[in-house]
């Protein structure tokens, strides 16, 4: 089935310190990429829309300065924390989806997210 | 604007139960509803996807129902197992496909 690499798994930092997550679709091409966040005991929200080839769509409330997407080709998107603070550590968690066109017999691909602590 | 409850919050129960956990959406207009499962510190794994056009969905021991009109679907689990332990969400999407709006999750805890 699809798989959708997360990398790295766990990040601890430092204040101030940028931090680049990746998210890759290892057996298909992904133009659409999500990313959530998940804060201790809360649910998946989504954080942006990343479509290869174009900018990112931001959820109302993030920061596109402080969370820069790239997706430069069809397996890969990143989310970049800039100058990250203790109050952006949270779960980050990438999706990636077949196909712009709605097939709705497609499930979502998770990564198995990136757990980050910045101190 | 699309909001997913489930209930209950967390449940624990002894091994070889049989066990429902619930989840309800607030806009009928669906494509699909998909159950999760996350352990502890991990991302997500899929369990069952229902499309809209469906009325259940069955996996091994779990059995998804999906009642478009009145905004519900179930997730059954039969013959709980300590293996189950993990949070279950489900979650629907805004349009089409993606993405996903998600519940805060039912807490699982099967004891042996």
């Known amino acids: 089935g699809a798989v959708v690499s997360q990398h790295p798994s766990r990040v601890i930092c430092k204040s101030g310190t940028s931090v680049k997550i990746e998210c890759r679709s290892l057996?298909?091409?992904?133009?659409?990429m999500f990313w959530y966040r998940q804060f201790p005991k809360q649910s998946l929200m989504l954080m942006a829309t990343?479509?290869?080839?174009?900018?990112?769509?931001?959820e109302q409330g993030v920061e596109k300065d402080k969370f820069l997407i790239n997706h430069a080709s069809l397996t890969l998107s990143t989310l970049t924390v800039t100058s990250a603070h203790p109050e952006d550590s949270s779960f980050y968690i990438c999706?990636?989806?077949?196909?712009?066109?709605?097939?709705?017999?497609?499930?979502?691909?998770f990564g198995d997210g990136t757990r980050l602590s910045i101190l | 604007k699309q909001e997913v409850t489930q209930i209950p919050a967390a449940l624990s129960v002894p091994e070889g139960e049989n066990l429902v956990l619930n989840c309800s959406f607030t806009d009928s207009a669906i494509y699909n509803l998909q159950w999760f499962r996350q352990d502890p510190g991990k991302g997500l794994t899929s369990l069952l996807l229902i499309q809209s056009s469906q009325r259940e969905q069955t996996s091994g021991r779990l059995n998804a129902s999906l009642d478009k009109s009145s905004g519900r679907s179930t997730l059954y689990i039969a013959a709980s197992q300590p293996g189950d332990s993990a949070t279950y969400l489900c979650a629907v999407p805004l349009s089409g496909n993606t993405p996903l709006v998600f519940g805060k999750g039912t807490r699982l805890s099967v004891i042996a």
């Open positions: 990343s479509n290869e080839g174009s900018k990112a769509t931001y």
């Open positions: 057996d298909f091409q992904a133009t659409t």
């Open positions: 999706s990636a989806s077949l196909s712009r066109e709605t097939f709705t017999d497609q499930p979502q691909h």
